[in-house]
Antibody, heavy 126, light 108 residues
């Protein structure tokens, strides 16, 4: 059973860089037909997709965050990483990592987020 | 594409039927619309994918329907554990994923 666990500093100062890690167990981030996503959710607000990485290492980011976001991975540790630079209070949120499943059925592709981490809270404050 | 969910809050009693709406600003394929349930302090959990397919382990009181720009999540008879926030999600070009603002189903 695949499990995801986010980790990182709970508090980051404005203008600094936020760095988070997602540790995956029960499955490899480098194999299978999956994307691995980062998302965030400010308190009381809707979820926002940050970006994702395919098992090949290819990344796609949300254009609204692309200039400040980098995703990377360490296959030897089966970990994904997210950095967000020049943070402000608007980056305060619960950050999640999630696995995206892909299914081909009757000629149609289906995409969905079927496994999620529990999330980690990040507060941007001096 | 912008997803707008309604109502914002649904106040119902256990055993009642819940009907949640998700309306998109542009039409897209039904295979790209998903529904999630989120309970306080937890991550979202996949309920429905491809507009009408229940995810593994999801009770059959949950059903999804719709096409084009209008999609619906129905809970036929609310159980105590169903009171939560529900989000629709769309897979698109750019950004790849967008979410609705959520509908909270609360106990009346």
């Amino acid at each position: 059973q695949v499990q995801l666990q986010e980790s990182g500093p709970g508090l980051v100062k404005p203008s600094q860089t936020l760095s988070l890690t997602c540790t995956v167990s029960g499955g490899s981030i480098s194999s299978g037909n999956y994307y691995w996503s980062w998302l965030r959710q400010p308190a009381g607000k809707r979820l926002e997709w940050i970006g994702h990485m395919y098992t090949s290492g290819t990344t796609i980011y949300n254009p609204s965050l692309e200039s400040r976001v980098t995703m990377s991975r360490d296959p030897s540790k089966n970990q994904l990483s997210l950095t967000v630079s020049s943070v402000t209070a608007a980056d305060t949120a619960v950050y999640f990592c999630a696995r995206e499943g892909i299914q081909l059925r009757s000629g149609y592709y289906y995409y969905y987020m079927d496994v999620w981490g529990k999330g980690t809270t990040v507060t941007v404050s001096s | 594409i912008v997803l707008t969910q309604s109502p914002g809050t649904l106040s119902l009693s256990p055993g009642e039927r819940a009907t949640l709406s998700c309306r998109a600003s542009q039409s897209f394929g039904t295979n790209y619309l998903n529904w999630y349930q989120q309970k306080p302090g937890q991550a979202p959990s996949l309920l429905i994918y491809g507009a009408s397919n229940r995810a593994t382990g999801v009770p059959d009181r949950f059903s999804g329907s719709g096409s084009g720009t209008d999609f619906t999540l129905t809970i036929s008879r609310l159980e105590p554990e169903d009171f939560a926030v529900y989000y629709c999600q769309q897979y698109g070009r750019s950004p790849r994923w967008t979410f609705g603002q959520g509908t909270k189903v609360e106990i009346k």
